[in-house]
């Protein structure tokens, strides 16, 4: 079954302190892994997709990896603003990118 | 440039009633998905539509359904709510494909009493 887990659920940072996320994926055939970020009472806001293994894309304090299995986002020296729930997606084997895959997410808190 | 757009922001509604939601896309955009997002379950895929044509469907019940019109604007409809589709309802458009990704609107959230 085509599955997205994502961790930790939640995740609390002093400003400054840099860390991952993490999204493992199982799905055959890869079509792209998507990350967004959600802030409360918004929709999810596009950031990254990344499509072959060893692929990076960078946007402002964020980085986000590939590999064959699972993608990391990087978040380095994060500032209050950086503080949201940050989704990862993949279409399912066979499906468009219309059509995704979500994780629950990581809710992520930063400390002034 | 105006974003996605959805009508109404919030509904209430009662057990048995029907719902309708709206999605206007980013003009230029004809496709248009459809979320259900819930705290316990995450985001999940409802339906996904492209120049009028139902691409893709989820695993929701038949009591789901949607439309596409010619101007890409697309509505999807509850039939017999149950509290169980309290949720937020969320609308994404694209135009250019996996390298911008899917705009999401605000969602709109319906709460089932």
């Known amino acids: 079954e085509d599955q997205v887990t994502q961790s930790p659920e939640a995740l609390r940072l002093q400003e400054g302190e840099s860390s991952s996320l993490n999204c493992s994926y199982t799905?055959?055939?890869?079509?792209?892994l998507f990350w967004y970020r959600q802030d409360p009472g918004k929709g999810p806001e596009f950031l990254f997709t990344l499509y072959s293994a060893g692929e990076e894309k960078e946007k402002e304090r964020l980085k986000a990896t590939l590999t064959k299995k699972e993608s990391f986002l990087h978040i380095t020296a994060p500032k209050p603003e950086d503080s949201a729930t940050y989704l990862c997606a993949v279409p399912p084997q066979g499906g468009s990118q219309g059509n995704l895959i979500f994780g629950k997410g990581t809710k992520l808190s930063v400390k002034p | 440039k105006a974003g996605v757009t959805q009508t109404p922001r919030y509904l209430i509604k009662t057990r048995g009633q029907q719902v309708t939601l709206s999605c206007s896309p980013i003009?230029?955009?004809?496709?248009v998905s459809w979320y259900q997002q819930t705290p316990g379950q995450g985001l999940q895929f409802l339906f996904e539509y492209f120049s009028e044509t139902q691409r893709n469907k989820g695993n929701f019940p038949g009591r789901f359904s949607g439309r596409q019109f010619s101007n890409s604007r697309s509505e999807m409809n509850v039939s017999t709510l149950e509290l169980g589709d309290s949720a937020l309802y969320l609308c994404?458009?694209?135009?250019?494909?996996?390298?911008?990704?899917?705009?999401f609107g605000s969602g709109t959230r319906l709460t089932v009493v």
């Open positions: 003009s230029g955009h004809r496709s």
């Open positions: 799905v055959s055939g890869l079509r792209g």
């Open positions: 994404a458009s694209s135009g250019q494909g996996a390298l911008y990704g899917y705009t």
